[in-house]
Protein backbone atom coordinates (compact mmCIF):
# COMPACT_ATOMS: atom_id res chain seq x y z
CA UNK A 1 0.00 0.00 0.00
CA UNK A 2 1.51 3.48 -1.10
CA UNK A 3 1.90 5.64 1.88
CA UNK A 4 0.02 9.19 2.46
CA UNK A 5 2.77 12.06 2.67
CA UNK A 6 -0.07 14.54 2.78
CA UNK A 7 0.04 15.36 6.36
CA UNK A 8 4.02 15.89 6.09
CA UNK A 9 4.89 19.58 6.70
CA UNK A 10 7.36 21.42 4.35
CA UNK A 11 10.69 20.54 6.65
CA UNK A 12 9.87 16.80 7.05
CA UNK A 13 9.72 16.56 3.08
CA UNK A 14 12.71 18.27 2.83
CA UNK A 15 14.22 15.89 5.17
CA UNK A 16 12.84 13.17 3.61
CA UNK A 17 14.06 14.21 -0.07
CA UNK A 18 17.49 14.75 1.57
CA UNK A 19 17.66 11.47 2.84
CA UNK A 20 16.62 9.75 -0.43
CA UNK A 21 19.46 11.92 -2.44
CA UNK A 22 21.78 11.09 0.18
CA UNK A 23 21.97 7.17 -0.53
CA UNK A 24 24.15 5.16 -2.33
CA UNK A 25 23.64 4.61 -5.86
CA UNK A 26 25.36 1.67 -6.41
CA UNK A 27 26.70 -0.84 -3.66
CA UNK A 28 25.48 -2.77 -0.80
CA UNK A 29 22.13 -2.15 0.78
CA UNK A 30 20.69 -4.17 4.09
CA UNK A 31 18.32 -3.34 6.83
CA UNK A 32 20.96 -1.56 9.53
CA UNK A 33 18.39 -1.14 11.88
CA UNK A 34 16.41 -3.80 12.13
CA UNK A 35 19.80 -6.04 12.13
CA UNK A 36 21.53 -3.98 14.89
CA UNK A 37 24.28 -5.25 16.91
CA UNK A 38 23.29 -6.36 20.87
CA UNK A 39 26.15 -7.23 23.13
CA UNK A 40 25.87 -8.96 26.58
CA UNK A 41 24.37 -6.81 29.48
CA UNK A 42 28.24 -6.36 30.85
CA UNK A 43 28.96 -4.37 27.68
CA UNK A 44 26.03 -2.19 27.65
CA UNK A 45 26.84 1.32 28.52
CA UNK A 46 30.62 0.46 29.10
CA UNK A 47 33.68 0.90 27.53
CA UNK A 48 36.06 -2.41 26.84
CA UNK A 49 39.51 -2.66 28.57
CA UNK A 50 42.24 -5.84 29.00
CA UNK A 51 43.10 -7.88 32.34
CA UNK A 52 45.85 -10.10 31.69
CA UNK A 53 45.16 -13.74 32.60
CA UNK A 54 48.14 -14.29 35.39
CA UNK A 55 49.63 -18.11 35.39
CA UNK A 56 49.38 -18.47 31.67
CA UNK A 57 52.13 -16.48 30.18
CA UNK A 58 54.38 -17.81 28.20
CA UNK A 59 58.23 -16.84 28.93
CA UNK A 60 61.19 -17.94 26.73
CA UNK A 61 64.45 -16.72 27.79
CA UNK A 62 66.47 -16.78 24.73
CA UNK A 63 63.66 -14.63 22.88
CA UNK A 64 64.87 -10.58 23.34
CA UNK A 65 61.79 -9.61 21.37
CA UNK A 66 58.37 -8.18 22.85
CA UNK A 67 55.67 -11.34 23.69
CA UNK A 68 53.15 -12.71 21.00
CA UNK A 69 49.57 -11.53 21.80
CA UNK A 70 46.35 -13.94 23.10
CA UNK A 71 42.71 -11.66 23.47
CA UNK A 72 40.11 -13.46 24.53
CA UNK A 73 36.59 -11.58 24.05
CA UNK A 74 34.64 -10.27 21.46
CA UNK A 75 36.28 -9.34 18.53
CA UNK A 76 34.23 -5.97 18.30
CA UNK A 77 35.68 -5.07 21.81
CA UNK A 78 39.15 -6.14 21.31
CA UNK A 79 39.28 -4.40 17.83
CA UNK A 80 38.52 -1.64 19.98
CA UNK A 81 41.19 -1.73 22.53
CA UNK A 82 43.34 -2.74 19.25
CA UNK A 83 42.23 1.18 18.03
CA UNK A 84 43.96 2.62 21.19
CA UNK A 85 47.01 0.41 21.40
CA UNK A 86 47.84 -0.37 17.66
CA UNK A 87 46.22 2.12 15.51
CA UNK A 88 48.30 1.86 11.94
CA UNK A 89 50.68 -0.27 13.14
CA UNK A 90 49.90 -3.63 11.82
CA UNK A 91 51.67 -5.15 8.59
CA UNK A 92 49.19 -7.70 7.52
CA UNK A 93 45.35 -8.50 8.79
CA UNK A 94 44.12 -12.25 8.33
CA UNK A 95 40.67 -13.37 9.02
CA UNK A 96 38.44 -16.23 8.99
CA UNK A 97 35.00 -15.17 9.66
CA UNK A 98 32.15 -17.27 10.11
CA UNK A 99 31.26 -18.32 6.12
CA UNK A 100 27.06 -17.71 7.01
CA UNK A 101 26.21 -21.38 5.71
CA UNK A 102 22.52 -21.19 7.11
CA UNK A 103 23.55 -24.39 9.52
CA UNK A 104 23.39 -22.78 12.66
CA UNK A 105 27.28 -22.60 13.53
CA UNK A 106 27.40 -18.46 13.63
CA UNK A 107 25.60 -16.76 16.42
CA UNK A 108 24.90 -13.27 16.23
CA UNK A 109 22.62 -11.69 19.30
CA UNK A 110 22.76 -14.68 21.18
CA UNK A 111 20.86 -16.71 18.57
CA UNK A 112 22.18 -19.04 15.95
CA UNK A 113 21.20 -17.67 12.18
CA UNK A 114 19.97 -20.23 9.96
CA UNK A 115 19.16 -20.32 6.35
CA UNK A 116 15.49 -19.61 7.17
CA UNK A 117 16.54 -16.53 8.48
CA UNK A 118 15.12 -13.66 6.30
CA UNK A 119 17.35 -10.94 7.81
CA UNK A 120 20.44 -13.92 7.62
CA UNK A 121 22.57 -12.30 4.82
CA UNK A 122 21.81 -8.70 6.52
CA UNK A 123 22.69 -9.62 10.19
CA UNK A 124 26.38 -10.83 8.64
CA UNK A 125 26.86 -7.78 6.87
CA UNK A 126 25.90 -5.31 9.88
CA UNK A 127 28.53 -7.88 11.89
CA UNK A 128 31.13 -7.58 8.83
CA UNK A 129 31.29 -4.21 8.31
CA UNK A 130 31.93 -2.86 12.05
CA UNK A 131 34.69 -5.22 12.52
CA UNK A 132 36.57 -4.35 9.02
CA UNK A 133 36.16 -0.54 9.54
CA UNK A 134 37.98 -1.44 12.73
CA UNK A 135 40.53 -3.42 11.27
CA UNK A 136 41.10 -1.29 8.77
CA UNK A 137 42.17 1.98 10.95
CA UNK A 138 44.50 -0.65 12.29
CA UNK A 139 46.66 -1.53 9.18
CA UNK A 140 49.44 0.68 8.48
CA UNK A 141 49.33 2.50 4.65
CA UNK A 142 51.45 -0.23 2.81
CA UNK A 143 49.77 -2.48 4.85
CA UNK A 144 47.10 -5.85 3.39
CA UNK A 145 44.58 -7.50 4.60
CA UNK A 146 43.38 -11.08 3.49
CA UNK A 147 39.82 -12.34 4.18
CA UNK A 148 39.17 -15.66 3.47
CA UNK A 149 35.64 -16.62 2.43
CA UNK A 150 33.39 -19.37 0.14
CA UNK A 151 30.34 -19.02 -1.74
CA UNK A 152 27.77 -18.31 0.57
CA UNK A 153 29.10 -14.60 1.29
CA UNK A 154 31.81 -13.94 -1.39
CA UNK A 155 29.81 -11.52 -3.67
CA UNK A 156 28.87 -9.51 -0.96
CA UNK A 157 32.37 -9.95 0.84
CA UNK A 158 33.72 -8.30 -2.04
CA UNK A 159 31.17 -5.25 -2.50
CA UNK A 160 31.54 -4.56 1.22
CA UNK A 161 35.44 -4.44 1.04
CA UNK A 162 35.28 -2.45 -2.15
CA UNK A 163 33.26 0.39 0.05
CA UNK A 164 35.37 0.31 3.40
CA UNK A 165 39.17 -0.35 1.34
CA UNK A 166 38.06 1.14 -1.73
CA UNK A 167 37.81 -0.85 -5.34
CA UNK A 168 40.98 0.19 -6.53
CA UNK A 169 43.00 -1.32 -3.74
CA UNK A 170 41.54 -5.02 -4.53
CA UNK A 171 44.37 -6.70 -5.10
CA UNK A 172 43.37 -9.81 -6.02
CA UNK A 173 41.25 -12.53 -5.15
CA UNK A 174 42.82 -16.26 -5.15
CA UNK A 175 40.92 -19.72 -5.07
CA UNK A 176 42.24 -21.84 -3.04
CA UNK A 177 41.42 -25.35 -3.54
CA UNK A 178 40.85 -26.76 -0.13
CA UNK A 179 38.91 -29.74 0.03
CA UNK A 180 40.45 -32.25 -2.66
CA UNK A 181 37.69 -34.69 -2.49
CA UNK A 182 34.92 -31.78 -2.54
CA UNK A 183 31.88 -31.26 -0.67
CA UNK A 184 28.92 -32.52 -2.32
CA UNK A 185 26.33 -30.15 -2.17
CA UNK A 186 22.32 -30.24 -3.47
CA UNK A 187 23.01 -28.52 -6.66
CA UNK A 188 24.94 -31.05 -7.67
CA UNK A 189 28.49 -29.90 -7.75
CA UNK A 190 31.00 -30.90 -5.51
CA UNK A 191 32.69 -28.06 -3.87
CA UNK A 192 36.73 -27.90 -3.71
CA UNK A 193 37.65 -24.82 -3.29
CA UNK A 194 37.37 -21.06 -1.00
CA UNK A 195 38.74 -17.70 -1.66
CA UNK A 196 40.89 -15.30 -0.56
CA UNK A 197 40.04 -11.52 -0.68
CA UNK A 198 43.26 -9.72 -0.48
CA UNK A 199 42.54 -5.64 0.29
CA UNK A 200 45.42 -2.85 0.51
CA UNK A 201 44.46 0.99 2.36
CA UNK A 202 46.51 2.31 -0.34
CA UNK A 203 48.33 2.10 -3.36
CA UNK A 204 51.50 2.01 -1.16
CA UNK A 205 51.28 -1.80 -0.53
CA UNK A 206 53.53 -4.30 -2.67
CA UNK A 207 52.53 -8.10 -3.03
CA UNK A 208 55.21 -10.56 -2.05
CA UNK A 209 56.78 -13.51 -3.50
CA UNK A 210 56.00 -17.27 -3.42
CA UNK A 211 58.12 -20.17 -3.33
CA UNK A 212 58.07 -22.00 -6.67
CA UNK A 213 56.75 -25.67 -6.24
CA UNK A 214 58.66 -28.53 -7.63
CA UNK A 215 56.89 -28.73 -10.74
CA UNK A 216 58.14 -25.38 -11.35
CA UNK A 217 61.53 -25.72 -10.59
CA UNK A 218 61.72 -28.53 -12.58
CA UNK A 219 61.16 -26.02 -15.61
CA UNK A 220 64.37 -24.72 -15.44
CA UNK A 221 66.53 -27.99 -16.44
CA UNK A 222 69.62 -26.25 -18.02
CA UNK A 223 72.42 -24.53 -16.35
CA UNK A 224 75.03 -22.25 -17.21
CA UNK A 225 77.92 -20.00 -15.32
CA UNK A 226 75.30 -17.57 -14.18
CA UNK A 227 72.67 -20.43 -13.20
CA UNK A 228 69.68 -22.20 -14.46
CA UNK A 229 67.33 -20.89 -16.78
CA UNK A 230 64.97 -22.06 -19.41
CA UNK A 231 64.22 -20.77 -23.57
CA UNK A 232 61.17 -19.13 -23.67
CA UNK A 233 60.34 -17.30 -27.32
CA UNK A 234 61.53 -13.84 -27.47
CA UNK A 235 57.97 -12.47 -28.26
CA UNK A 236 56.55 -10.37 -25.11
CA UNK A 237 53.41 -11.72 -23.18
CA UNK A 238 51.82 -9.15 -22.09
CA UNK A 239 49.29 -7.01 -24.31
CA UNK A 240 51.24 -3.25 -23.95
CA UNK A 241 52.08 -2.05 -27.17
CA UNK A 242 54.85 0.19 -27.39
CA UNK A 243 56.61 0.58 -31.02
CA UNK A 244 60.40 0.66 -29.97
CA UNK A 245 59.63 -3.00 -29.17
CA UNK A 246 58.38 -3.46 -33.01
CA UNK A 247 61.47 -4.01 -35.05
CA UNK A 248 62.06 -6.94 -37.89
CA UNK A 249 64.91 -9.85 -36.85
CA UNK A 250 66.44 -11.28 -39.67
CA UNK A 251 66.63 -15.52 -38.60
CA UNK A 252 68.38 -17.69 -40.82
CA UNK A 253 66.72 -20.17 -42.60
CA UNK A 254 69.07 -23.26 -41.37
CA UNK A 255 68.27 -22.25 -37.65
CA UNK A 256 72.14 -21.50 -37.14
CA UNK A 257 71.63 -17.61 -36.38
CA UNK A 258 69.91 -14.42 -36.32
CA UNK A 259 70.61 -10.37 -36.83
CA UNK A 260 68.91 -7.01 -36.38
CA UNK A 261 69.06 -5.53 -39.40
CA UNK A 262 70.15 -1.91 -40.45
CA UNK A 263 67.19 0.29 -39.08
CA UNK A 264 65.95 4.10 -39.11
CA UNK A 265 63.71 5.36 -36.78
CA UNK A 266 60.54 7.60 -38.04
CA UNK A 267 59.96 9.67 -34.60
CA UNK A 268 56.88 10.68 -36.90
CA UNK A 269 55.03 7.65 -37.56
CA UNK A 270 56.65 6.25 -34.76
CA UNK A 271 58.11 3.46 -36.45
CA UNK A 272 61.18 1.63 -37.42
CA UNK A 273 61.77 1.78 -41.24
CA UNK A 274 63.62 -1.00 -43.10
CA UNK A 275 67.20 -0.05 -44.72
CA UNK A 276 68.03 -3.19 -46.07
CA UNK A 277 66.40 -6.56 -47.09
CA UNK A 278 67.17 -10.01 -45.93
CA UNK A 279 69.33 -12.40 -47.76
CA UNK A 280 68.34 -15.58 -49.72
CA UNK A 281 68.84 -17.46 -46.79
CA UNK A 282 67.30 -15.22 -43.90
CA UNK A 283 63.65 -15.08 -43.77
CA UNK A 284 62.66 -11.76 -41.52
CA UNK A 285 60.80 -11.85 -38.47
CA UNK A 286 58.34 -9.84 -36.61
CA UNK A 287 56.76 -10.20 -32.99
CA UNK A 288 53.67 -11.83 -34.22
CA UNK A 289 51.22 -14.19 -31.88
CA UNK A 290 49.58 -17.39 -33.11
CA UNK A 291 46.40 -15.24 -33.76
CA UNK A 292 48.33 -12.77 -36.46
CA UNK A 293 47.88 -9.96 -33.82
CA UNK A 294 51.49 -7.57 -33.89
CA UNK A 295 52.72 -7.52 -30.43
CA UNK A 296 56.22 -6.75 -29.45
CA UNK A 297 60.05 -8.58 -28.07
CA UNK A 298 60.91 -8.84 -24.89
CA UNK A 299 64.33 -6.28 -25.15
CA UNK A 300 65.16 -3.34 -26.81
CA UNK A 301 67.49 -3.80 -29.92
CA UNK A 302 70.06 -1.74 -27.07
CA UNK A 303 69.61 -4.66 -25.09
CA UNK A 304 69.79 -7.23 -27.65
CA UNK A 305 73.24 -6.11 -29.22
CA UNK A 306 74.12 -6.56 -25.66
CA UNK A 307 73.08 -9.78 -24.35
CA UNK A 308 73.15 -11.64 -27.93
CA UNK A 309 75.99 -14.10 -27.29
CA UNK A 310 75.33 -14.80 -23.64
CA UNK A 311 71.42 -15.93 -23.15
CA UNK A 312 69.53 -15.61 -26.80
CA UNK A 313 69.55 -18.19 -29.68
CA UNK A 314 67.67 -19.59 -32.87
CA UNK A 315 65.53 -22.77 -31.28
CA UNK A 316 62.38 -24.32 -32.99
CA UNK A 317 59.10 -23.47 -31.54
CA UNK A 318 55.80 -25.14 -31.16
CA UNK A 319 55.31 -25.36 -35.13
CA UNK A 320 58.56 -26.75 -35.96
CA UNK A 321 59.85 -23.03 -36.76
CA UNK A 322 63.46 -21.04 -36.48
CA UNK A 323 62.34 -18.50 -34.03
CA UNK A 324 64.33 -16.40 -31.46
CA UNK A 325 64.42 -18.16 -28.30
CA UNK A 326 66.11 -16.41 -24.67
CA UNK A 327 67.04 -17.75 -21.32
CA UNK A 328 64.53 -16.93 -18.98
CA UNK A 329 66.51 -17.22 -15.16
CA UNK A 330 65.03 -18.74 -12.08
CA UNK A 331 64.93 -15.55 -9.86
CA UNK A 332 66.12 -15.93 -6.41
CA UNK A 333 63.19 -13.97 -4.77
CA UNK A 334 60.39 -16.17 -5.83
CA UNK A 335 57.39 -15.79 -7.94
CA UNK A 336 54.06 -13.81 -8.74
CA UNK A 337 51.36 -15.60 -6.78
CA UNK A 338 48.44 -16.87 -9.29
CA UNK A 339 45.20 -16.69 -8.36
CA UNK A 340 44.72 -20.35 -8.44
CA UNK A 341 46.44 -22.45 -5.08
CA UNK A 342 46.35 -26.19 -5.94
CA UNK A 343 49.01 -27.11 -3.61
CA UNK A 344 48.81 -30.67 -1.58
CA UNK A 345 49.61 -28.95 1.35
CA UNK A 346 46.08 -26.64 1.05
CA UNK A 347 43.97 -29.74 2.14
CA UNK A 348 42.39 -28.27 5.30
CA UNK A 349 41.20 -31.78 6.32
CA UNK A 350 45.01 -33.57 5.92
CA UNK A 351 47.19 -29.82 7.13
CA UNK A 352 43.99 -28.66 9.42
CA UNK A 353 42.05 -31.06 11.36
CA UNK A 354 44.51 -33.50 10.91
CA UNK A 355 47.35 -31.49 12.36
CA UNK A 356 45.59 -29.98 14.90
CA UNK A 357 44.39 -33.09 15.90
CA UNK A 358 48.24 -34.64 16.07
CA UNK A 359 49.22 -31.43 17.99
CA UNK A 360 46.67 -31.68 20.48
CA UNK A 361 45.96 -35.20 21.28
CA UNK A 362 42.44 -35.58 22.72
CA UNK A 363 42.10 -32.22 23.78
CA UNK A 364 40.19 -29.66 22.71
CA UNK A 365 38.29 -30.04 19.16
CA UNK A 366 37.68 -27.16 16.63
CA UNK A 367 35.84 -27.83 13.26
CA UNK A 368 37.45 -27.09 10.24
CA UNK A 369 40.81 -25.20 10.87
CA UNK A 370 43.01 -23.70 8.20
CA UNK A 371 45.51 -25.44 6.35
CA UNK A 372 48.98 -24.49 8.08
CA UNK A 373 50.08 -23.71 4.77
CA UNK A 374 47.60 -21.98 3.17
CA UNK A 375 48.00 -19.65 5.58
CA UNK A 376 51.74 -19.07 5.56
CA UNK A 377 51.56 -18.67 1.97
CA UNK A 378 48.80 -15.71 2.59
CA UNK A 379 51.61 -14.26 4.83
CA UNK A 380 53.72 -14.19 2.26
CA UNK A 381 51.94 -12.92 -0.30
CA UNK A 382 50.94 -10.17 2.31
CA UNK A 383 54.39 -9.30 3.72
CA UNK A 384 57.94 -10.08 2.65
CA UNK A 385 59.04 -8.29 5.89
CA UNK A 386 60.77 -10.79 8.48
CA UNK A 387 59.78 -8.52 11.22
CA UNK A 388 55.90 -7.94 10.13
CA UNK A 389 53.60 -7.76 13.03
CA UNK A 390 50.23 -10.01 12.02
CA UNK A 391 47.06 -9.55 13.70
CA UNK A 392 44.08 -12.09 13.11
CA UNK A 393 40.94 -11.21 15.10
CA UNK A 394 39.01 -14.19 14.16
CA UNK A 395 41.47 -16.70 15.39
CA UNK A 396 39.77 -19.80 15.98
CA UNK A 397 42.19 -22.53 16.68
CA UNK A 398 45.26 -20.17 16.22
CA UNK A 399 46.47 -21.51 12.76
CA UNK A 400 47.33 -18.05 12.15
CA UNK A 401 49.83 -17.51 15.11
CA UNK A 402 51.16 -20.91 14.45
CA UNK A 403 51.68 -19.39 10.87
CA UNK A 404 53.55 -16.58 12.24
CA UNK A 405 55.99 -18.84 13.82
CA UNK A 406 56.45 -21.38 11.35
CA UNK A 407 57.77 -18.42 9.17
CA UNK A 408 60.29 -16.90 11.87
CA UNK A 409 61.41 -20.85 12.24
CA UNK A 410 62.13 -20.83 8.70
CA UNK A 411 63.71 -17.67 7.36
CA UNK A 412 64.80 -16.42 11.27
CA UNK A 413 62.79 -13.89 11.40
CA UNK A 414 61.46 -12.13 14.35
CA UNK A 415 57.12 -11.83 13.25
CA UNK A 416 54.31 -10.94 16.16
CA UNK A 417 50.75 -11.88 16.32
CA UNK A 418 48.20 -10.50 17.77
CA UNK A 419 45.48 -13.09 18.04
CA UNK A 420 41.88 -12.46 18.88
CA UNK A 421 38.63 -14.58 19.86
CA UNK A 422 35.79 -15.24 21.90
CA UNK A 423 35.87 -18.06 24.08
CA UNK A 424 32.35 -19.89 22.95
CA UNK A 425 32.38 -23.56 23.78
CA UNK A 426 35.95 -22.94 25.71
CA UNK A 427 37.61 -22.77 22.42
CA UNK A 428 40.20 -20.26 23.48
CA UNK A 429 40.81 -21.84 27.06
CA UNK A 430 40.77 -25.22 25.06
CA UNK A 431 42.21 -24.69 21.57
CA UNK A 432 43.70 -21.55 20.73
CA UNK A 433 45.99 -21.06 24.29
CA UNK A 434 47.18 -24.81 24.49
CA UNK A 435 47.84 -25.40 20.70
CA UNK A 436 50.11 -21.72 20.56
CA UNK A 437 51.88 -22.76 24.10
CA UNK A 438 52.75 -26.04 22.55
CA UNK A 439 53.97 -24.96 19.41
CA UNK A 440 56.06 -22.53 21.66
CA UNK A 441 57.66 -25.08 23.86
CA UNK A 442 57.12 -28.50 22.83
CA UNK A 443 54.89 -31.38 22.58
CA UNK A 444 53.98 -35.23 22.09
CA UNK A 445 52.31 -36.13 19.22
CA UNK A 446 50.17 -39.28 18.69
CA UNK A 447 53.02 -41.47 18.24
CA UNK A 448 54.55 -39.80 21.94
CA UNK A 449 57.42 -38.72 19.24
CA UNK A 450 58.67 -35.61 21.17
CA UNK A 451 58.19 -32.26 18.79
CA UNK A 452 60.75 -29.66 19.45
CA UNK A 453 58.91 -26.11 20.77
CA UNK A 454 59.20 -23.17 17.94
CA UNK A 455 60.45 -20.68 20.62
CA UNK A 456 58.45 -17.39 21.24
CA UNK A 457 56.59 -15.83 24.60
CA UNK A 458 53.12 -14.86 24.72
CA UNK A 459 51.00 -12.74 26.73
CA UNK A 460 47.15 -13.88 27.89
CA UNK A 461 44.16 -11.00 27.94
CA UNK A 462 40.50 -10.97 28.65
CA UNK A 463 38.35 -8.27 28.03
CA UNK A 464 36.51 -6.44 30.81
CA UNK A 465 34.61 -3.38 30.76
CA UNK A 466 34.39 -0.07 33.00
CA UNK A 467 30.57 0.72 33.07
CA UNK A 468 29.42 4.81 32.92
CA UNK A 469 27.83 5.87 35.52
CA UNK A 470 25.87 9.53 36.42
CA UNK A 471 28.58 10.58 38.76
CA UNK A 472 30.85 13.41 37.48
CA UNK A 473 34.15 11.75 36.29
CA UNK A 474 33.52 8.31 37.94
CA UNK A 475 34.15 6.77 34.32
CA UNK A 476 37.49 8.66 34.06
CA UNK A 477 38.75 7.91 37.48
CA UNK A 478 37.86 4.22 36.94
CA UNK A 479 38.93 3.78 33.40
CA UNK A 480 42.30 5.02 34.79
CA UNK A 481 43.08 2.74 37.48
CA UNK A 482 42.02 0.05 34.69
CA UNK A 483 44.22 0.66 31.58
CA UNK A 484 47.00 0.10 33.06
CA UNK A 485 47.65 -3.32 30.59
CA UNK A 486 46.68 -1.22 27.62
CA UNK A 487 49.17 1.02 28.44
CA UNK A 488 51.96 -1.63 28.42
CA UNK A 489 50.30 -2.97 25.45
CA UNK A 490 50.54 0.43 23.54
CA UNK A 491 53.93 0.70 24.52
CA UNK A 492 55.18 -3.02 23.95
CA UNK A 493 56.79 -2.96 27.52
CA UNK A 494 55.48 -5.30 30.09
CA UNK A 495 57.51 -6.31 33.18
CA UNK A 496 56.98 -4.32 36.44
CA UNK A 497 59.57 -3.09 38.15
CA UNK A 498 58.44 -0.83 40.55
CA UNK A 499 55.08 -0.31 42.37
CA UNK A 500 53.51 2.14 44.69
CA UNK A 501 49.73 3.44 45.18
CA UNK A 502 50.00 6.20 43.08
CA UNK A 503 52.28 5.04 40.29
CA UNK A 504 53.90 1.97 38.63
CA UNK A 505 56.94 1.47 36.30
CA UNK A 506 57.41 -1.21 33.85
CA UNK A 507 60.56 -2.04 31.71
CA UNK A 508 60.89 -3.70 28.51
CA UNK A 509 64.70 -3.99 27.43
CA UNK A 510 66.09 -0.33 27.25
CA UNK A 511 62.40 1.44 27.21
CA UNK A 512 60.47 1.99 30.46
CA UNK A 513 56.73 2.87 31.18
CA UNK A 514 55.34 4.78 33.82
CA UNK A 515 51.60 5.87 34.87
CA UNK A 516 50.86 8.03 37.21
CA UNK A 517 47.38 7.19 39.07
CA UNK A 518 46.82 10.18 41.54
CA UNK A 519 45.77 13.89 41.06
CA UNK A 520 48.17 14.29 44.26
CA UNK A 521 51.47 16.07 42.32
CA UNK A 522 52.81 15.24 45.67
CA UNK A 523 54.39 11.31 44.52
CA UNK A 524 55.55 13.19 41.45
CA UNK A 525 58.76 14.11 43.22
CA UNK A 526 59.31 10.62 44.23
CA UNK A 527 58.38 9.35 40.74
CA UNK A 528 61.02 11.34 38.86
CA UNK A 529 63.32 10.35 41.13
CA UNK A 530 62.79 6.74 40.33
CA UNK A 531 62.85 7.39 36.67
CA UNK A 532 66.23 9.92 36.93
CA UNK A 533 67.61 6.36 37.92
CA UNK A 534 66.69 4.54 34.75
CA UNK A 535 68.77 5.05 31.21
CA UNK A 536 66.77 4.62 28.37
CA UNK A 537 63.56 5.50 26.47
CA UNK A 538 60.70 6.87 29.00
CA UNK A 539 57.46 7.29 28.98
CA UNK A 540 54.91 8.52 31.26
CA UNK A 541 50.64 8.45 31.69
CA UNK A 542 49.53 10.71 33.68
CA UNK A 543 46.21 10.77 35.17
CA UNK A 544 44.27 14.44 34.38
CA UNK A 545 40.54 15.21 34.58
CA UNK A 546 41.60 17.84 32.06
CA UNK A 547 40.70 17.17 28.52
CA UNK A 548 42.84 19.03 27.15
CA UNK A 549 46.31 17.76 28.65
CA UNK A 550 48.16 17.77 31.50
CA UNK A 551 49.40 21.19 33.16
CA UNK A 552 52.72 21.87 31.72
CA UNK A 553 53.93 23.83 34.89
CA UNK A 554 54.04 20.45 36.86
CA UNK A 555 56.96 18.84 34.45
CA UNK A 556 59.15 21.29 34.35
CA UNK A 557 62.62 20.15 33.56
CA UNK A 558 61.12 16.41 32.73
CA UNK A 559 62.81 16.70 28.84
CA UNK A 560 63.93 13.63 28.86
CA UNK A 561 60.48 11.70 29.56
CA UNK A 562 57.42 11.94 26.46
CA UNK A 563 53.87 12.60 28.70
CA UNK A 564 50.70 11.31 28.15
CA UNK A 565 47.35 12.32 29.31
CA UNK A 566 45.29 9.78 30.27
CA UNK A 567 42.59 8.48 30.28
CA UNK A 568 41.67 11.11 27.58
CA UNK A 569 43.15 9.63 24.89
CA UNK A 570 41.74 6.40 25.45
CA UNK A 571 38.23 7.93 25.66
CA UNK A 572 39.20 9.98 22.51
CA UNK A 573 39.49 7.05 20.42
CA UNK A 574 36.40 5.05 22.22
CA UNK A 575 34.25 8.19 20.83
CA UNK A 576 34.49 7.82 17.73
CA UNK A 577 33.24 3.68 18.05
CA UNK A 578 30.94 3.52 20.39
CA UNK A 579 27.51 5.66 20.63
CA UNK A 580 27.37 6.21 23.96
Not at 241 to 258: A, E, H, M, T, V
Not at 447 to 453: L, T
Not at 458 to 465: I, Q, V
Amino acid sequence: MAKDYSHLSKEELLKMVEKLESRKKYGLIWDEEKTKERFENEAENALPILKEVKGKEIQDSSEPNTPHILIEGDNYHTLSVLNFTHQGAFDVIYADPPYNTGAKNWRYNNDYVDENDVFRHSKWLSFMKKRLNLARTLLKDEGIIIVTIDDYEVATLRLLMDEIFGEQNHLGTVVIKNNPSGRSTTAGFAVAHEYALFYSKSSLARVGRLQRSVDQIARYKEKDENGYFEWVNFRARYSTISPRLQYPIFIRKDGSNFRIPKLEWDSKKQSYILLEQPKSNESIKYPVDDSNQLRCWKWSIETVNRQKESDMAVRLDQRKNPAVYVKARMKDEGMLPLTWWDKTEYSATAYGTNLLSGIMVGEGRFDYPKSLYAVMDCLRVASEKKNALVLDFFAGSGTTGHAVLELNKEDGGSRRFVLCTNNENKICEEVTYPRIKKIMIGYANKSKIKVPGLGGSLKYFKTAFVKKTLARDDLKIRLTNECTEMLCLRERVFTEIKSTTDFRIFQQGGRFLAVYYSLERDALKILRKELDKLEGAKTLYCFTLDPLGLNKSDFIGWDDVVLEPIPQKILDVYKQIYEY
